[in-house]
Each structure stands twice: as structure tokens, then as C-alpha cells.
């Protein structure tokens, strides 16, 4: 294990949020307008509209694409104890818990989790995962913090994109602990285009296979990526 105070610096897709949107809406404006000299029927409209969308669409996913930053990860003392301890038994596996903010019932929520994915208490304990959303654009370092709630450890991060987060925190672990982190995620509910819109404008969506995405584009190799686990 190397020393846990050591900072990892990770390369993630990042935007800047006004100017992805301003430059997404010039877009669209633009080629509504350019189609609407040629189309000049019902059909057109309804094929100039899902164009322009498509497009729209195409431009937001290619700046998060060329846009990136360097994160540097930090865990505060209470959240190295929490991930040494728990590398420190159960064969060294560290199993994150990813859950929303706010949510304050961890029994229940463990519980749940482990009849999901069918991790039994003798194959040791979650570490909840929770990102707090902020609006930050410059958000160049990913503090980490430990809590105590009840008998439950929980680490705690502000970022602007939770799987952003979330992927850095994985990439960070693996490469202090030199073994590959689980994270469990439930599937959200609801469409994947949807989805899929939310994450290229506002950071948001489908949170486990945008993880599972940065972490394959981060790490080529894929017995080197952290575990990503869905139910």
C-alpha cells in the first residue's frame, strides 16, 4: 500500500456549463433556421426539428469530450481510517455503497443492497458513497470526508457531476490500496435518452454507466478498472 496521504491526480471529462448550453442553443437556432429554407411542409419540420436536436445533441457530448481537467483527490483522516480498515479485512476488498445525498435510513439502504447484489455480512461491510451536487465550474480538487452516522462510514464529496466524482474516487482507491474497489449502484428508472440528455447538459443521468464509461476511457486495461456493480 503506498502512503494514503499521497495525492492522485486524475484526468476526467469535464465542462464549463454556460458555455456548453450558450454554444448548444447557437446551434440549434442556427439550424432551425437554415432548414427552414429548404423545408416547407409538415414532414420537413417534425425531420428539421429531430435534426436539429441530433445535433444539439452531438455538439454538447463533443465538448465534454475535448474539454478536461486535472482532479486531484484528497481524503481527510477519517475517511484514510475508514478505507484502511476496511482494506485491511475481508481479502482487502473495499465495497462502496453509492447512494444520494440526504438519505439518512443506512440500515434499510444496506439491507437492501445486499439482497440485491447478494453480499453477505460476512463478506464485510459498505462504505456509503455520497456526492453533494454544487454549481462550482472551476472545481479542480475532489475533497473527500469521513463520517460517522450511527455505526455506518460514510464518505462524503461536493462535486459538480456525481459519476465524475464517483469514478475519480474509485481510481484514487485502486491506486493507494493497489487492489481494484467495488462500487454497487442500482439502475435508475426512467429512459435512457433521457438519460443520456441529462448527463451531455447538466452533468446528470444514468450515473452507473457513465462511471463505467469514464473508467473504461481512463483505464485500458480492463483487470486494472475498479468493479462496477449494478442491480
Known amino acids: 500500500m503506498t502512503d494514503s496521504n ?22 440549434a437556432v442556427l439550424s432551425l433556421c437554415v432548414l427552414g429554407w429548404y423545408i416547407d411542409n409538415v414532414d420537413g419540420l417534425i425531420t428539421g426539428a429531430l435534426s436539429a436536436i441530433f445535433l444539439v445533441v452531438a455538439v454538447a457530448l463533443y465538448m465534454r469530450k475535448r474539454e478536461s481537467r486535472v482532479v486531484t483527490v484528497q481524503l481527510d483522516d477519517l475517511a484514510k481510517t475508514f478505507v484502511d480498515e476496511a482494506g485491511a479485512k475481508h481479502l482487502g476488498v473495499i465495497r462502496l455503497l453509492a447512494q444520494r445525498y440526504g438519505h439518512k435510513n443506512y440500515e434499510k439502504i444496506q439491507q437492501e443492497a445486499r439482497r440485491k447484489h ?5 463478506e464485510g461491510n459498505f462504505i456509503f458513497v455520497e456526492v453533494i451536487p454544487i454549481l462550482a465550474e472551476n472545481h479542480d ?88 456493480h449494478v442491480a
Not at 495525492?7 to 446551434?27: A, E, P
Open 118 to 122: 447478494s453480499i453477505q455480512a460476512d
Open 6 to 27: 499521497q495525492n492522485q491526480k486524475i484526468l476526467l471529462n469535464v465542462y464549463t456549463r454556460r458555455s456548453l448550453i450558450g454554444l448548444s442553443l447557437f446551434f
Open 141 to 228: 480538487s475532489l475533497i473527500v470526508t469521513g463520517h460517522l452516522e450511527g455505526h455506518f462510514h460514510v464518505l462524503r464529496c461536493k462535486s459538480p457531476a456525481a459519476a465524475n466524482a464517483i469514478a475519480a474516487l474509485l481510481l484514487h482507491l485502486r491506486d493507494l490500496e493497489h487492489e481494484n474497489p467495488h462500487i454497487y449502484l442500482s439502475w435508475s428508472e426512467g429512459h435512457p435518452l433521457a438519460y443520456a440528455l441529462k448527463y451531455a447538459f447538466f452533468g446528470e443521468g444514468g450515473t452507473a454507466p457513465v462511471i463505467r464509461e469514464i473508467l473504461r476511457e481512463h483505464e485500458r486495461e480492463p483487470d486494472k478498472r475498479p468493479i462496477v
